[in-house]
């Protein structure tokens, strides 16, 4: 009967593991510290100032949407709404390398741990907090812990009826995770993998980026219930989050 469950439970949580699941932009992320432009261009500014009032060369320079901008060290915020950065190397007609890009126009950061900020990172953070795993990486169904991240546990776990070997900040079953054709199962990693997995249910980078309201946010989050089963509208009869909720931790998190 155990076996039956794993074997169903397999197949609902994470629908399609068997499907080939697409790669999505953050696969093409640079070695090292990063942010991606979102949709729409911005500018890396000398100050914190209206960037209409800047002169372009001198004291503001274009990067590009859609682009990943190599930094020397994980981006810092800097006041409310900027990023403070220094660029591993200098914008072709630049004058500086050092600077501020406003927060709302990147989707993705990496963070000292390897792990995503920007609105990607407030994302994903939603859906771990919807899947009870928050912050933590090292964790597998029944709230167990695991050491290392060489590889997926793979650790079956029984309560009552139902059973699973889902690990990681985002419950990945092993089949699935199998499916992504990581190295490893560092945080990193789970966050491509999470990341590839909204990629198969339609939901981009750009996107997220663009989420500004409830209504956008919804409409995004519906696209996932058949991947996660914490999720607003999952048909799976597992206990599931209300969608204001996750929007109030969405919010709190960016």
């Known amino acids: ?51 209409s009032t800047l002169e372009l060369g001198s004291e503001k320079c274009t990067l590009y949407e859609n682009t990943y901008i190599p930094i020397q060290t994980p981006a810092l915020i800097a006041g409310q709404n900027h990023y403070r950065v220094n660029l591993r190397r200098i914008i072709p007609g630049c004058s500086f390398s050092r600077g501020y890009v406003y927060i709302p126009h990147v989707v993705a950061t990496s963070r000292i741990d390897g792990s995503q900020g920007g609105r990607l990172g407030a994302f994903l953070s939603m859906l771990a907090y919807a899947e009870g795993t928050h912050s933590r990486y090292n964790i597998r169904f029944g709230g167990f ?16 009826s139902l059973c699973s070997d889902a690990a990681g900040r985002y419950q990945f079953l092993s089949t699935t995770w199998d499916g992504l054709g990581y190295p490893d199962f560092t945080p990193a990693n789970q966050d491509k993998g999470a ?29 996932l219930n058949l991947e996660w089963a914490s999720l607003p509208g999952s048909p799976y009869g597992q206990p599931t989050y209300p969608m204001n909720t996750l929007w109030s931790q969405y919010q709190s998190f960016l």
């Open 1 to 51: 009967m155990r076996k039956l469950w794993l074997l169903i439970i397999s197949s609902l949580f994470l629908i399609s593991c068997g499907s080939e699941i697409p790669k999505s932009k953050l696969d093409d992320a640079p070695s090292g510290h990063y942010i991606l432009i979102g949709s729409g261009d911005t500018y890396l500014k000398k100050t914190q100032d209206q960037s």
């Open 145 to 160: 812990t695991f050491n290392g991240y060489a590889r997926h546990p793979r650790i079956v776990y029984c309560a009552g």
């Open 195 to 223: 990341v590839r997995l909204m990629a198969r249910r339609g939901v981009s980078l750009q996107e997220v980026n663009n989420i500004r309201t409830f209504q956008q946010f919804s409409q995004t989050v519906y696209k």
